[in-house]
């Protein structure tokens, strides 16, 4: 697979994750930080940071995978 299928891949799967996590937990969160469709709000903001904490955690494991793979 070519490096930029493999990044499509990740950031595809990290958006799909991060936002299914936000939508799971958006009940249990401030009011503050929940998203109002349609709107620019802090809501915005936390569903960006559940999508880039699970593409870093996506790429952390790639990486070692990776590393094992080279190492094996």
């Known amino acids: 697979m070519s490096k930029a299928a493999a990044n499509f891949i990740h950031a595809l799967v990290a958006v799909l994750t991060g936002n299914g996590a936000y939508f799971l937990l958006m009940k249990y969160l401030p009011l503050r930080a929940r998203h109002v469709p349609f709107q620019i ?3 915005l903001v936390v569903d960006f ?3 880039l904490v699970a593409f870093g955690i996506i790429k952390t494991v ?3 995978r990776r590393r094992s793979n080279r190492t094996s």
Do not use: V
Request: proline residues 0%; charged residues 20%; contains cysteine.
């Open 41 to 43: 709000d802090l809501g």
């Open 49 to 51: 940071w559940f999508c």
């Open 62 to 64: 790639a990486g070692r």
